[in-house]
């Protein structure tokens, strides 16, 4: 039993297998049909529609203006001539309307963010993503009103050589703001770009390239904004130069003092706003002190009392309880997922990014997310994922992160492996194996089995897993067996020349109840079974040695599959560990399994 569940997968084909099993192959956005009852839509999704929408309307813009920087390199002229074109999209009256919907989409997103919030405890990559998007307006302000608002409020005209001599030559402090700026930004953008694709199967092939992309953008922006501003320097020892720029923009150092004045009321402005959600929280904070509190009880032991209006996700971080959220509670990756065992009845139906992410993945009754729920009575939640849990756990179907099921389990094992390694050379041997491997692996589907453990010489399967009649499993893995050894025999046949003698196999069946799910390593994890009925089939595949036959199969995994028992033996033997015998029929050839 020992050598089938503690080694890992190594045969290609099987290994696909698991992968499918774990990591199905779907598209996150495609249409999803939800259950009967349950509505997809939830005034949550305008909001996350609105997050996601500005801010990618937001790095369009700013990805324009850090192309038209990088051409600095080459001269001004071209730098300018890509400027002009590249934003005149954004000086349109459409284009500008666009523009400012979503800065203050964006931004007001993020301060009810901040109020909606019980708790403030964020994990490390949303307090950056949080606090560099609140620096940014601050960073920009000066830069934004010196351009733009001076355009259409001062008639100043902006060229790259008027705002490159004030920035490194009137007021040198400011190029190094604008270049913190620009790290902020980008910064900002690709966390957000990174926890929003992250969940998504194609970005672990493509995550390289995104990394060079960004790393590529912003160094060739700020090395032209740095060649650029070291001739502007050079060029400003010319009084004339100096002069001309300024009359060139029309700025007057009366309008600089107006620019400047004008930051400073946005940015008390902008204070101000920041401001509010904080206050707001506070004076909620006051009036909840009034309420009883739900208590919120973990199956670690702990008992927590819940804010009103406090998703079980929030809750559980304020409280210093582990618990995984990979896209930061959005809905999207499922690794909050929870088993409600008390209060279910008192939540409301999943709706919205809940329903689509719980439907996505078959949810089975009781199943939440934790990141969605906000209780108002009561309520008793296990994880159903370990707290560390990555992108590619919450692919993981519902259901098979460990439950009691009824199923069949099959142990195949080749005969006599240890002679024919004695007498081929390794790379022949491997040959042979992968040969095998591959028909059991096709025999498994094409009878509705599923690859649970691989062994050097045999293999773990599970029938049953998703049929509500357990029955099924069990004739499923009946067709199982005679279809591996009817592909044996077509494969002795096949490598009868590099064979010195058939192969042999020895099939083992079970059926009862078993814990069934995702077990392993957090980064290898795959489907099986562990428990008594696994044991007992790896004892019944053993047997089969003893009794010099191809299949045993246990009496309950027979009367299952309405095996023909009549005229047959039914032979029993003690199990090591187990009290009970194990009663069982032998099956010597293809022909005796038959209904």
């Not at 949080?130 to 830069?143: A, I």
């Not at 700020?222 to 002069?243: C, E, F, H, P």
């Not at 509500?468 to 009946?478: E, H, L, V, Y």
Request: proline share 4%; net charge positive; with cysteine.
């Amino acid at each position: 039993m020992a050598r089938y569940c503690n080694e890992p997968a190594h045969d290609r084909s099987i290994g696909s297998t698991i992968a499918k099993a774990i990591v199905p192959d779907h598209d996150p956005d495609a249409s999803i049909e939800l259950p009967e009852g349950v509505t997809g839509w939830d005034p949550r999704m305008l909001r996350n529609y609105l997050r996601l929408g500005s801010g990618l309307v937001l790095l369009a813009f700013v990805l324009c203006h850090l192309t038209a920087h990088s051409l600095l390199l080459v001269s001004f002229d071209q730098a300018e001539a890509a400027l002009y074109i590249l934003m005149y999209p954004w000086r349109t009256a459409t284009g500008t309307t666009i523009l400012l919907f979503a800065l203050l989409a964006h931004f007001l997103n993020a301060l009810w963010s901040i109020y909606v919030r019980r708790y403030l405890r964020l994990s490390r990559w949303e307090w950056w993503q949080l606090g560099l998007g609140l620096c940014v307006p601050l960073l920009l302000m000066l830069h934004v009103t010196s351009t733009r608002i001076a355009e259409s409020l001062l008639g100043v005209t902006s060229h790259y050589n008027s705002v490159l001599f004030v920035q490194w030559v009137l007021s040198p402090w400011l190029a190094v703001l604008q270049a913190t700026a620009v790290l902020t930004v980008w910064t900002h953008a690709c966390i957000g770009i990174h926890f929003w694709l992250r969940t998504q199967a194609w970005y672990i092939r493509w995550r390289a390239l995104f990394v060079v992309l960004g790393l590529l953008l912003p160094t060739l922006a700020l090395s032209g904004y740095v060649t650029a501003g070291n001739q502007v320097l050079r060029a400003a020892t010319n009084s004339d130069y100096a002069k001309l720029s300024l009359e060139n923009s029309n700025l007057t150092a009366q309008k600089r003092t107006e620019i400047l004045h004008i930051a400073r009321l946005g940015s008390t402005t902008y204070f101000g706003f920041v401001l509010l959600p904080f206050v707001g929280r506070v004076v909620r904070s006051l009036l909840y002190r009034r309420r009883r509190s739900p208590l919120l009880s973990h199956s670690s032991g702990r008992t927590v009392p819940i804010l009103p209006g406090a998703t079980v996700l929030e809750t559980l971080r304020e409280n210093g309880i582990p618990h995984a959220s990979v896209c930061g509670g959005r809905a999207r990756c499922t690794t909050c997922r929870i088993l409600v065992t008390k209060g279910l009845d008192k939540l409301p139906e999943p709706s919205g990014p809940e329903a689509r992410a719980l439907a996505r993945i078959g949810a089975t009754p009781g199943m939440r997310l934790a990141c969605q729920i906000c209780p108002t009575t009561d309520i008793s939640v296990m994880p159903l994922l370990a707290a560390d849990a990555g992108a590619s756990e919450g692919t993981v179907r519902g259901g098979l992160e460990g439950r009691e099921q009824l199923i069949t389990v099959l142990f195949v094992d080749l005969r006599d492996s240890t002679t024919l390694g004695e007498a081929k050379m390794p790379y022949d041997l491997l040959y042979i194996l992968n040969q095998f491997f591959q028909e059991m692996t096709k025999a498994l589907d094409a009878t509705n089995g599923h690859y649970a453990h691989f062994a050097g010489d045999g293999l773990m399967a599970l029938y049953g897993l998703d049929t509500k009649d357990p029955a099924t499993g069990a004739t499923d893995a009946m067709h199982g067996a005679r279809e591996m050894l009817a592909r044996i025999a077509q494969l002795n046949s096949r490598l009868r020349g590099d064979l010195s003698q058939p192969l042999r196999i020895g099939i083992g069946i079970h059926f009862g109840a078993a814990i069934v799910g995702a077990m392993g390593p957090p980064k290898m994890q795959f489907i099986t079974a562990i428990g008594d009925t696994v044991n007992t089939c790896a004892r019944l595949e053993h047997l089969s040695k003893e009794y010099d036959c191809a299949v045993i199969m246990s009496r309950r995994a027979a009367e299952m599959a309405g095996l023909n028992v009549k005229g047959r033996k039914l032979h029993q033997a003690p199990v090591s560990g187990r009290v009970q015998i194990v009663e069982f029929y032998t099956m010597k050839a293809l022909a005796d399994l038959h209904v």
